[in-house]
């Protein structure tokens, strides 16, 4: 056996003799992870593409770890099965063996179900028709669905061959074996030799990005558009096909693609400074991005149609095992009306029905101006008019929806813009560029290819680079210098503007990546406002970082009591700060009348801001109105905490806990830990007893104030379910020594 570690958490494991390459784990974008470490690469095999790659999965017991999916096996087994030939009818590939997916039950149910609705969206016409979808459209929907399908929607479990390893040990292969050792860790063994696999990241560890992107600084416009990638599942160099529109100064999402965090930091914007999302459709290298945009301290404005929100939140839930209601917990959630001109705050968008394998929409926005209008399409994943001919006009079942499906879909694709951005990727699923020639649109950008332009598509259109901004209306207002003062106006909500306008008119500066703001126990000159970017605070003792974002102030508790910050501050991107001098600050805060209560709520924010709980892109203005609303409580050594009548979270200042489900310990914790999370989602008491293992300080937060922070919320629902697979897991290892014992005596 051969074991590679691909990346951090990642292990690719090849058993030859068995004929099995197994991935162990499978984070956003894995898939070119393995390309650049040459794990898949092309290989000879006649007429045929083909490309060698692993054959099996091991799924991961946590659906997420820091911060990103954890069995995103959708590319993965697209591979397998397209790439590798292992479904395509007489390709050297296809030897009648299928990918084999291993994990728990509970994992295999949520990724089969994930893939099913990653690989066919709404399963059924009832499904669209509970959308608000006309009969005859749902009807229509469905026909093109099976056409895509070759007239089958196959389950996962028909197509791929899923192992359920409950029983501790399963054998693989006729003398090859995994046993599940620990909570996400397995031992193989065959022939006398094992290998040991640990998916688990530790704290402060995340999956990385397989792109190198170059630092940007991108302009608050009027309305423009950010290229935010033109690639495909397949590329190396670029992330998937997405833009950036920017309206008003606000900052709006198309697509969220993988690893879309390392973009957004890249050109120099905070998860917080986004205003909304539009969805596409669900296919990964649109949406596996989705459960970063959660991890913000307010809900992002989501829009789509009802057809996309219904099978994008299918997709989400199965893949995490939750709830569909928690879609909306996580996000805000607004429903665009089918060809027509949504107006949101007078940016107009345009959803058009777009054939396609899912529910899809290709996207048109537009805004007033002098002379009639500004406009940007999006036309990601679209069939070529050759297939959508063939599908919808030439097809024996056609109805009368199909051909004005064809006219009008054809029609407004080809509708003259100031630009347009075109999905060329070709294909059964993908458009064509020369579908496009002779469209008088303003500048025509073709993406979601892994490849450079041929001569005929350089007479169409263009390319574009990542960080590339086309403002089709310049600002004539500085918006980031209103964003500063909306910032200062909700940390300040009783100053008047007139104070608020002397800290406005201090220094707005720009920062580049790697910048420090404040060094280690240096004395602190300034107060800085993070109005656009991410910051970092460098815990050199641990080796990690704190994430800071935009709304955040760095320096507020030095500026109080002349304290020596003990942490370093740096740009984590290209920022942008409001520069406040120490001393303006504090008479600023001292003649409002302010200064006791900041003195007071500086060091506790700054203790939450420490924690793994509150301390990742949650802005200042949130962390203060947590620190007012903090009850303290002291729990002396030996002493269980009683939480079944506070409904609160407990979050641990000074000493450390055991944690016990039953009677069996389930984690213990330190300083800046916590439980009661699941006194926060149910009703009934909680679950976890604590006991203090020495004198111990705790802050107690009520759990309404909580419920509407989504990074806090997902932080707290991911350890709540680690906690209850580590009861699991051990009970289940309790229960088969109790067996062995009541076996071995006489």
């Not at 935010?228 to 920017?246: H, R």
């Not at 001919?389 to 003259?416: C, G, I, P, Y």
């Amino acid at each position: 056996m051969n074991q590679i570690e691909v990346c951090t958490g990642v292990w690719l494991l090849e058993i030859p003799e068995h004929n099995l390459s197994i991935l162990c784990g499978c984070p956003p974008d894995v898939v070119k992870l393995l390309m650049k470490r040459g794990l898949i690469s092309k290989k000879d095999c006649s007429s045929w593409f083909c490309e060698t790659g692993p054959n099996a999965i091991l799924l991961s017991e946590f659906p997420m770890q820091g911060g990103k999916f954890a069995n995103l096996i959708e590319f993965p087994i697209l591979q397998m099965m397209y790439r590798q030939g292992m479904i395509i009818p007489g390709h050297p590939g296809n030897t009648g063996v299928k990918p084999v997916v291993i994990g728990l039950s509970p994992q295999l149910k949520a990724v089969a179900e994930y893939l099913f609705r990653g690989t066919y969206g709404l399963a059924n016409r009832e499904e669209i028709l509970d959308c608000n979808i006309a009969p005859e459209f749902a009807d229509e929907i469905i026909r093109i669905k099976l056409a895509f399908a070759f007239g089958n929607m196959r389950k996962s479990e028909d197509v791929l061959d899923m192992v359920a390893m409950d029983s501790g040990t399963t054998e693989l292969r006729p003398g090859l074996f995994i046993t599940r050792t620990g909570v996400n860790r397995y031992r193989f063994e065959t022939g006398g030799c094992s290998r040991e696999i640990d998916l688990n990241l530790k704290d402060g560890e995340s999956y990385p990005s397989p792109l190198s992107l170059e630092y940007h600084s991108v302009r608050r416009e009027y309305f423009s558009v950010i290229h935010l990638g033109e690639g495909n599942g397949w590329d190396t160099q670029k992330p998937c096909m997405s833009s950036i529109v920017v309206y008003q100064g606000k900052i709006y999402l198309i697509d969220t693609g993988p690893n879309i965090l390392d973009s957004l930091t890249a050109l120099g914007i905070s998860v917080n400074e986004i205003e909304g999302i539009f969805h596409t459709h669900v296919h990964d290298d649109h949406f596996a991005g989705l459960t970063s945009l959660v991890r913000t301290d307010h809900k992002i404005k989501y829009y789509a149609t009802s057809l996309v929100i219904s099978s994008v939140m299918k997709k989400l839930t199965a893949l995490m095992s939750v709830p569909e209601k928690r879609f909306y917990r996580s996000f805000e959630v607004h429903t665009l009306k089918h060809n027509e001109w949504n107006n949101i705050n007078g940016l107009e968008v345009l959803p058009l029905y777009s054939p396609h394998p899912v529910e899809d929409n290709v996207l048109l926005f537009r805004t007033l101006w002098e002379n009639g209008y500004k406009s940007y399409a999006h036309l990601a994943d679209i069939a070529s008019f050759s297939l959508l001919e063939e599908m919808l006009l030439k097809a024996e079942n056609r109805t009368d929806v199909s051909e004005k499906l064809f006219r009008s879909f054809t029609s407004n694709v080809r509708q003259k813009t100031d630009l347009k951005k075109i999905d060329v990727d070709g294909g059964m699923i993908h458009g064509c560029a020369k579908d496009f020639a002779g469209d008088e649109s303003g500048k025509i950008i073709l993406a979601h290819i892994a490849r450079d332009l041929t001569s005929e598509e350089k007479e169409i259109g263009t390319d574009a680079c990542f960080g590339l901004e086309e403002v089709l209306i310049p600002a004539r207002t500085e918006y980031v210098s209103q964003q500063a003062f909306a910032y200062l106006q909700a940390y300040f909500p009783l100053a008047s503007r007139e104070e608020l306008s002397m800290l406005i008119n201090c220094p707005i500066e720009t920062m580049n990546h790697g910048s420090t703001l404040q060094k280690k126990d240096s004395p602190a000159s300034h107060v800085y406002l993070i109005i656009t970017g991410v910051a970092e605070m460098v815990h050199s003792g641990t080796g990690t970082v704190t994430m800071l974002s935009a709304g955040t102030l760095i320096g507020e508790s030095a500026a109080c009591s002349d304290a020596i910050p003990p942490f370093t501050y740096r740009a984590r991107s290209n920022i942008t700060v409001l520069k406040i001098p120490k001393s303006m600050y504090t008479v600023f805060i001292t003649r409002n009348g302010f200064f006791d209560e900041v003195k007071k709520n500086a060091s506790t924010s700054f203790f939450l801001q420490t924690t793994s709980l509150f301390g990742e892109m949650v802005s200042s203005i949130i962390l203060h109105t947590i620190a007012v609303c903090l009850v303290h409580r002291k729990i002396p050594a030996g002493d269980f905490f009683d939480n079944n009548d506070e409904a609160s979270l407990v979050l641990v200042e000074k000493g450390s806990f055991k944690l016990y489900i039953e009677d069996i310990e389930v984690d213990e914790i330190g300083v800046g830990g916590f439980f009661g999370e699941e006194c926060v989602f149910f009703s009934g008491g909680s679950l976890i007893l604590a006991q203090a293992t020495e004198d111990s300080d705790c802050w107690l937060l009520k759990a309404d104030l909580l419920r509407d922070i989504p990074i806090v919320e997902w932080k707290m629902l991911m350890e709540y379910e680690r906690r209850l697979i580590e009861y699991g897991a051990r009970r289940t290892r309790q229960s088969s020594e109790s067996e062995k014992k009541m076996f071995q005596e006489p």
